[in-house]
């Protein structure tokens, strides 16, 4: 049974950094075709796909959001780890990771466990 | 990036068809996945390469995907189907959702 949960801190100041770890148990990003992935959902609004990162480490990002975001794996803790930079008031959301399934040559990727969330609030 | 188009809303009464669409160019040559959100609780997905049910998924929900259009289609819609639904795809390098559709069955 494939289980995620997020945790982070609840609250960043503007301009600060934020950091989330996923940690996660009944799969191993060693193994290949392993996948995580963030996505967000800010209050009211729509899902919204952050960063996916793989067993062999290949990470793919929002382009939108692509300078701001790093994702990393730590295989030996199960955990990968979502750190976003210049925090404002809009990146206000629920936080989710998911484990990722890659089939048909990498052609269909979809979300298949999801953890609960967390909500990350911006501000001063 | 790539751009999912969904309407909005979507009412229908206890027992009729909801079908809810998700457009994007060409996206009958990609896979789609649709994602069942209750209010409080984390997505669930209901379809996955275009017209598979994961375990556990009634079989009233399904899906199709030709053209420019996939279709989520919930035959005889039930009040606990009342959600919000993602479309969503793999576009290349990144991942797309749709806006969201709010299902409501009254």
């Known amino acids: 049974q494939i289980t995620l949960q997020e945790s982070g801190p609840t609250l960043v100041k503007p301009t600060q950094t934020l950091t989330l770890t996923c940690t996660f148990s009944?799969?191993?990003?060693?193994?290949?075709?392993?996948?995580v992935g963030w996505i967000r959902q800010p209050p009211g609004k729509a899902l919204e796909w952050l960063a996916l990162i793989y067993w062999d480490d290949d990470q793919h990002y929002s382009p939108s959001l692509k300078s701001r975001l790093t994702i990393t794996k730590d295989t030996s803790k199960n955990q990968v780890v979502l750190t976003m930079t210049y925090m404002d008031p809009v990146d206000t959301a629920t936080y989710y990771c998911?484990?990722?399934?890659?089939?048909?040559?990498?052609?269909?990727?979809?979300?298949?466990?999801w953890g609960k969330g967390t909500t990350v609030t911006v501000s001063s | 990036s790539y751009e999912l188009t969904q309407p909005p809303s979507l009412s229908v009464s206890p027992g009729q068809t909801a079908s809810i669409t998700c457009s994007g160019d060409k996206l009958g040559e990609k896979y789609v996945s649709w994602y069942q959100q209750k209010p409080g609780q984390s997505p669930v997905v209901v379809i996955y390469?275009?017209?598979k049910r994961p375990s556990g998924i009634p079989e009233r929900f399904s899906g199709s995907n030709s053209g420019n259009t996939a279709t989520l289609t919930i035959s005889g819609t039930q009040t606990v189907d009342e959600a919000d639904y993602y479309c969503?795809?793999?576009?290349?390098?990144?991942?797309?959702f749709g806006g969201g559709t709010k299902l409501t069955v009254l």
């Open positions: 009944g799969f191993s990003l060693k193994t290949s075709g392993e996948g």
């Open positions: 969503q795809t793999w576009d290349y390098t990144t991942v797309a």
């Open positions: 998911a484990h990722t399934v890659t089939m048909i040559r990498g052609r269909v990727r979809y979300m298949d466990v």
């Open positions: 390469q275009d017209t």
